[in-house]
């Protein structure tokens, strides 16, 4: 894990393409602590696994009971395919997301795919509850939206991006990012289709990797749009938690968590959302296939390397 100093920074975008849940830029204070350098890899998720015997949410059966309250008032139940175990995987093929079943940790993309020889990928097809589950264990904790924007900066200030000003498509690939025309074609430049280990690119300033690509990361925090906007008037805004409850008017009556860091599915064209003030928002039971995580660790000063 990396140690991190606390301090202030400003929190946030008001670039013109940020989008309304990254505004305004606001002053926010963290106490420190620790980071993983890196996403939780395979290899380290699945001794979690034989340790504690966890069956993570896209292996069981969703709950027709508990689906429903998340869907509109009125809705239809499901079709009987999609209360079978499975989970959300983007086709490269048919350039778009299917729900598969079989979809689990242990074959991201469906039941005929493995994640043998890949102990050093991010694991993946993790829900918000899985990486929850998962940080309790190794007696850490998830990190708060604030700690892994204050990470993925790496101290640059008013910087786009986790690596500064550059062009993403310029240069020497600095993530595992979409190359190409999404969704339609993916050239691999950057050395990779889908995921890559962990490591592969260069740290940013406070020695974290893949900020900025590979996969999205659950953050703790709940998403309301207006999160910033409620903090105006009282900053520095000191290590804060997120709000109570989730409010997305886009679909009001399904909580969601957010995910940081943009995947290899973001493009320049359609989200840039590998920007570190960008934010994406699932339910706590969503598992998806550019989904994993890293954790945290309450701060005790440095005496060795941790």
């Known amino acids: ?40 890899t395979n290899a380290e998720f699945k001794r979690f696994v034989e340790a504690t015997g966890y069956i993570t949410t896209a292996e069981k059966s969703p709950v027709l009971a508990e689906l429903m309250q ?33 979809a689990n940790w242990k074959h991201p993309s469906g039941p005929n795919s493995s994640i043998a020889g890949k102990d050093h990928y991010p694991v993946v097809q993790v829900s918000w509850d899985d990486a929850k589950a998962y940080a309790q264990w190794a007696g850490k904790r998830l990190p708060t939206e604030a700690e892994w924007e204050y990470a993925a900066r790496g101290g640059l200030v008013d910087k786009t991006y986790t690596w500064g000003e550059e062009d993403p498509y310029q240069g020497k690939a600095k993530a595992n990012i979409w190359q190409g025309q999404f969704p339609l074609n993916n050239t691999g ?22 900020m900025a690509g590979n996969v999205w990361e659950w953050v703790e925090d709940w998403y309301r749009v207006d999160t ?7 900053e520095p805004v000191l290590n804060p938690k997120g709000p109570e409850t989730s409010l997305d008017p886009e679909e009001p009556s399904m909580p969601k968590r957010i995910q940081r860091g943009g995947s290899y599915l973001c493009d320049q064209q359609i989200c840039a959302s590998y920007r570190p003030s960008a ?10 296939s550019n989904v994993g995580f890293r954790c945290v660790k309450d701060a005790v000063a440095p005496t060795q390397t941790q």
């Not at 934010?279 to 998806?288: V, W």
Request: zero cysteines.
């Open 279 to 288: 934010k994406m928002k699932s339910s706590a039971d969503t598992s998806l």
């Open 228 to 234: 910033y906007a409620q903090r105006v008037g009282s």
């Open 70 to 102: 998340q869907l509109p008032a009125g809705s239809p139940e499901p079709a009987p395919e999609l209360l079978k175990p499975g989970a959300l995987v983007f086709s490269m093929d048919k350039h778009r997301w299917d729900w598969v079943l079989g």
């Open 1 to 40: 894990m990396i140690w991190l100093e606390g301090g202030v920074f400003k929190m946030g975008s008001d670039l013109p393409m940020a989008r309304a849940d990254e505004k305004p830029v606001h002053a926010v204070k963290l106490d420190s602590f620790w980071i993983d350098a890196n996403e939780v």
């Open 189 to 210: 430049a950057d050395g990779f289709i889908e995921t890559s280990p962990v490591r592969s690119f260069a740290p940013n300033a406070y020695g974290l990797y893949d």
